[in-house]
């Protein structure tokens, strides 16, 4: 079941979905706002329709990767009675608000709606690492699952139709914490005349790899600092990279992490003494 799938939005990433279920052998119909942008996936064997309504109309299940919440409502606002007794899956990203609140309207119609987060990039669509994050009814999603499953694993988080959103959105920011991490520490290196590329190689990196698990396993919301630590250490060395980043010229902005951190240990540190 589920053999035929109709994407909504062909932008980078419904392009990469399109020609991940193509090449795992599913029947693939796509639309996209501005026609002309199925590029190959026709010649791959997508059939491109110039309605939202036929695409709907082609498969047994309707995906949608649009830009944001507001391009899904009205792209769908007009045909949402059409998605009575059918199955949407809404790949597009939003807030967990939206997503609830998607959820609720899209019941109203009788639609069968799986909210979900994609954590992939379109390059990654489909690749080993990729997975898609998934909320709604768990028989919903156990249904669908097989037939998206080439575009990455399928993870259920929860019945809440939110939580793909929010799995998701915190996900992000972890990552962007890292991002921005990385973009200061080869600013600095940059800024006092190192070598970024081995740097990046023979120091950051594996760095990062000998932290990542130790920071994540770490992750609390309590704001105390392991016994093993001493906070006053901790801010000490602290001060001693806003010092070196304050010495190379890099801004300080960008040392926002840095600075969320030397405050818990100040905090830590005031509370103990
Ligand atoms: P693009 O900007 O490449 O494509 C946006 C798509 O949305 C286009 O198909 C565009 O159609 C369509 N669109 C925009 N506004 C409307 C509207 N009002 N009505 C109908 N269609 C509209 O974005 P991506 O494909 O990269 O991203 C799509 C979704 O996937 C986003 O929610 C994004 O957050 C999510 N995502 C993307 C990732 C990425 O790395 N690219 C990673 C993970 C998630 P048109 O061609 O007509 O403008």
Redesign the pocket.
């Known amino acids: 079941q589920h053999e035929r799938i109709s994407i ?9 979905l399109a020609g991940a279920l193509l090449a795992a052998g599913r029947e693939v119909t796509v639309w ?3 026609p002309g ?1 199925a590029g190959d996936l026709v010649a791959r064997g997508a059939r491109e329709v110039s309605s939202v309504e036929g695409a709907i109309d082609a498969s047994d299940l309707t995906v949608a ?4 919440d ?3 409502r ?2 769908l606002a007009p045909v949402v009675q059409k998605l009575a007794d059918r199955t949407l899956v809404n ?4 807030s967990v608000r939206q997503a609830r609140e998607l959820d609720r309207w899209l019941k109203e119609y009788g639609v069968r709606f799986l909210a979900g ?6 390059p990654t669509v489909g690749t080993e690492g990729a997975f898609i994050l998934y909320s709604g009814a768990r028989d919903l999603f156990d249904r669908v699952a097989p037939a998206l499953s080439p575009l990455g694993r399928p993870h259920w988080v929860g019945e809440d139709p939110g939580f793909a959103a929010l799995y ?1 959105m915190a996900a992000l920011s972890g990552m962007y914490g890292i991002g921005a991490g990385v973009d200061h520490a080869v600013r600095m290196l940059h800024a006092e005349g190192g070598d970024v590329e081995t740097f990046k190689r023979e120091v950051l990196r594996p760095w990062l790899e000998q932290m990542l698990p130790i920071f994540v396993a770490g992750a609390d919301v309590s704001d105390t600092v392991p016994d093993e630590y001493n906070p006053e250490m901790q801010a000490v060395g602290l001060e001693n990279i806003l010092a070196a980043s304050g010495e190379a010229g890099v801004p300080a902005d960008l040392a926002g992490h840095l600075r969320a951190s030397l405050w818990r240990m100040r905090r830590a540190v005031a509370t103990a003494g």
């Open positions: 909504l939005g062909l932008g980078a990433m419904g392009r990469a996209n706002r501005t942008k990767c649009l830009l944001d507001a391009s899904v009205e792209t790949l597009t990203s939003g987060g994609i954590m992939a990039v379109p998701d």
